[in-house]
């Protein structure tokens, strides 16, 4: 017999009181008042603005050493760290509230490498990354009531941090590419649950499981697969609509072969014409 649903009581800190919500584990490195860079555990971070503005989400008590410094630089980078036993444990002596920026730097062991930004302007000191981190996103805290504001609780901070870029271990920027199945070992965070323990979950190999076949393909996963590919190419609508009979298992490879040639030739934007044109000497 199935397990039948009760109330539960909606509490302070929901998702982890009230809740079984799987988060990330990010440590947030921010440059404080003296030029050092601290570095924070947060778990509640996620994507925000995925299209056009890319942007993440992060909530922080309001007075942490985070997020005084983003208030104050507007800077902060995300470091997604391994389940590694060790990097976790020390995440978690980390996130012990009010400690200063040095008595964490004493603590850590994590090793700080400057920041990959491309472009850096003069006088600014930006936040230093966490070497052992899979992949970071270097951002900036947009701070535009016009663009996001959240009138909550005066205890917690809502930060949009829009990404500037983001940089990843080559094994993963690969993988990433290639798709091929192979994912960085990331933790989950079950958060803390009991006043005692934060309770992580290891890594677990990802499984695929396909689409179905008789759905037929439509723009929005041509576009998808589109955005997945690593071309500085701008498609026009029309294009995208020239490709909807291709049989879902071509998609990719035919995409990946119009992209090279486009590339090739010195085409910076795909256009219907285009496409019957390549049909046209393909046949
Ligand atoms: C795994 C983990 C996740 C955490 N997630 C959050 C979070 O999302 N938001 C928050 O305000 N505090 C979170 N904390 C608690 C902060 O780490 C703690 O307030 C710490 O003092 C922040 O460091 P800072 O003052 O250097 O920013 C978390 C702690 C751990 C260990």
């Known amino acids: 017999m199935q397990d039948s649903f ?3 009581t909606v509490l302070d800190n929901f998702y982890q009181t009230s809740f079984f919500y799987p ?7 921010t440059v404080s ?3 050092r860079t601290n570095i924070g555990p947060y778990s509640l971070c996620f994507p925000f603005g995925i299209a056009g503005r890319h942007a993440m989400m992060l909530i922080s008590r309001a007075d942490s050493n985070t997020a005084v410094n983003i208030r104050r630089s507007k800077l902060a980078a995300l470091n997604f760290i391994t389940d590694k036993k060790s990097h976790l444990a020390n995440a978690v002596r980390l996130g012990y509230p009010g400690q200063t920026t040095d008595e964490k730097l004493k603590e ?10 491309t472009v850096k ?3 600014i000191s930006y936040p230093e990354i966490i070497g052992e981190a899979v992949a970071v996103m270097e951002c900036t805290w947009e701070d535009s009531p016009g663009i996001f504001s959240y009138r909550g609780s005066s205890e917690e901070s809502h930060f949009l941090l829009v990404i500037d870029s983001i940089i ?6 690969q993988a990433l590419i290639n798709g091929n199945g192979r994912f960085p070992h990331l933790p989950v965070d079950y958060g803390y649950r009991d006043s005692k323990y934060f309770w992580f979950a290891s890594h677990k190999r990802p499984y695929k499981e396909p689409i179905p076949s008789d759905k037929g393909i439509d723009i929005n996963s041509i576009i998808y697969q589109i955005q997945r590919m690593p071309y500085d190419l701008k498609w026009e609508d029309g294009a995208y609509e020239k490709l909807v009979k291709v049989p879902r298992i071509f998609l990719k490879r035919v995409l990946e072969s119009i992209s090279r040639r486009a590339v090739e030739e010195g085409v910076k934007v795909i256009t219907p014409q285009l496409l019957d044109e390549y049909n046209k000497k393909r046949r």
């Not at 988060?23 to 490195?29: A, W, Y």
Request: zero cysteines.
């Open 6 to 8: 009760e109330q539960v």
């Open 23 to 29: 988060m990330p584990v990010v440590l947030v490195t």
């Open 33 to 35: 008042e003296d030029g």
């Open 108 to 117: 850590s062991i994590f090793t700080l490498l400057p920041s990959m930004r």
């Open 121 to 123: 302007e003069k006088n």
């Open 168 to 173: 990843m271990k080559k094994k993963w920027s």
